[in-house]
């Protein structure tokens, strides 16, 4: 008798639009090719692998939901040792029952839905000799091997109408906005967001900005009579002076900092330049609610598929990305091995530049 395919689904890290979206593309292909199908939604993360704590996914499970943000299993940020572990608030390492839930359920293959540490985890799954295939999410689309990732256009929509709706009443009122946009270490969120919203000055990560710099740009706008400036900031973003110093002294330079985020530090600093203090807007975790936008839908749906059929098929190990505009399987030892930052000479950087728009560097 022909044994069942038995899959588990995990949604790991921070949530992004696009996720159940995702879910649905895996659990209706494989539905439809499969009719000796098993399939466990494991439940907040990882903690639903440690824990044993899953649903049995029906096909009407994976109905109705691609219009859905969030995501239907819940997540959780699961604590990782780069490269070596993923532990408890102890240290002790939680692979043991990882593996035995997967042997307990009979698993053939878990499909991990996640963001960067999410891929270097499943890579550890992967190592411990589970049979995995990874899909990239996250609205910071900074994953190794693929150029795009669902949740990151939701949240560029986003940002951008958050942008576009203070512009307005910066204009009116002639006031300067820094205003903080997510990404973590990495600006592709800010940089697409400003250039679509047509944002003064974008400060990123990957292009360490000076404030004096900065400050220039807006007297400059301000002698040609523009008397507003939005200065779109990621919040990962770094001055040159601390692009020099250590992690560990930019981390403790964060804990002694007063203001909150990047922004106010920014906006401190302009203060003491321009003589006023720059209003501040922070949108935060709005970035990533909602629902997806139609392009991430799709987005999501093509990877959900193609993870389906890399399971049809016992193509394990590969976390599915966009190349070129082309699905493809890329290995997951890979796609884990590095962040996906921008680079110093990608296109966008220079079409902003075009624009008039300034790095303050
Ligand atoms: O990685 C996605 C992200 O939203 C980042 O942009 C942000 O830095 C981080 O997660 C926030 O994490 P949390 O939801 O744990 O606060």
Redesign the pocket.
Known sequence: MRRNVNVGIITS??D?QGLNAAIRGVGKALFKYLDNVEIYGMYDGYRGLIECDYKFMEAKDFSGIITQGGTILGTS?QKYIPGKAIVDENGNDLMPQMLNTYNRLNLDCLVVIG?NGTQKSAKLLMDAGMNVVTLPK???NDIWGTDTTFGYQSAVDIATNFIDYIHTTAFSHSRVFVIEL???DAGWLTLSAGIASGADCILIPEIPYDINKVAEGIMQRRKKGRLYSIIAVA?GAVSKDDVVLSEDERRAIKDRMEQPSVAYKVANQLKDILGTMPHVAVPG?YQ?GGPPCPLDRVLATRFGTAAAHLIMDKKYGYMVGMQNNEIVPVPLSEAASRTKFLPKDHPLIQTARDTGIFFGD
């Open positions: 890290g921070g992004c940020r963001g996250t609205i910071d997510m990404g973590r919040e975790h990533r």
